[in-house]
């Protein structure tokens, strides 16, 4: 069963330029998520779509980030216009949510950005 | 919100040393998960474990959900298990938005 993908794995821009980052979730999992990874830090969330719908976006700045996953299926995330403090890494999850509640999150490879 | 705190924050093993890694959490939860974050930064699932104990090889783990800690045992350790070990739980308020601890720093020596 192939994993999350992500692409690109780098990138590197100058700031004030645009960016995107794109992911495929594991066939069948209906929970997407988009992470933020500094260094020397935890991943935090940044947007949860369940389906095609984004759930939760408290956490994405939503002055530059925007986010969208058409037909519940990949997810492209943007940032436009990039900030030196944007500098991270991008993790994609993905999860099967039951009617339970329970689910398991999986990860991609991330992109790594950097803003010069 | 809920807080994560994992223990200890760096850890130096020899090579076939054996180790404990601990997660405490504030409130109560119904799902957890163990991650390893290698040093290519790929997060690898290691356990999904809400309560009781699980082990895969090498690594076994603990939740005791009442008393609200996780605990990860790592055995007879190699070089490959270096990297960042994660804890991660949601909020027990629900959704599925995911709090995760600052991580463990595992270095293995040879």
């Known amino acids: 069963e192939a994993g999350v993908v992500q692409s690109p794995r780098y990138k590197i821009i100058e700031k004030k330029q645009p960016v995107a980052f794109w992911c495929n979730p594991i066939s069948g999992h209906n929970t997407l998520y988009w992470y933020r990874q500094n260094l020397g830090q935890g991943p935090e969330l940044l947007i949860r779509?369940?389906?095609?719908?984004?759930?939760?976006d408290s956490q994405l700045p939503k002055d530059r980030f925007s986010a969208e996953r058409l037909k519940g299926v990949d997810s492209t995330l943007k940032i436009q216009p990039a900030e030196l403090g944007d500098s991270a890494v991008y993790l994609c999850?993905?999860?099967?949510?039951?009617?339970?509640?329970?689910?398991?999150?999986?990860f991609g490879p991330g992109t790594r950005l950097t803003v010069t | 919100g809920i807080q994560v705190e994992q223990s200890p924050p760096d850890l130096i093993l020899q090579e076939g040393a054996n180790s404990t890694l601990r997660c405490n959490f504030s409130d109560s939860v119904n799902n957890l998960q163990w991650f390893h974050q290698n040093p290519w930064g790929q997060l690898i699932n290691l356990f999904y474990?809400?309560?009781g104990t699980k082990q895969n090889g090498r690594l076994s783990a603990t939740t005791v959900a009442t008393e609200r800690y996780s605990l990860l045992y790592i055995s007879s350790s190699q070089t490959t298990d270096s990297g960042v070990y994660f804890c991660?739980?949601?909020?027990?308020?629900?959704?599925?938005?995911?709090?995760f601890g600052a991580g463990t720093r595992l270095f293995v020596k040879a």
């Open positions: 779509y369940e389906n095609e719908e984004a759930v939760d």
């Open positions: 991660a739980v949601p909020p027990n308020t629900g959704g599925f938005k995911t709090i």
């Open positions: 999850a993905s999860s099967l949510v039951l009617a339970s509640g329970t689910y398991e999150q999986y």
């Open positions: 474990i809400p309560s």
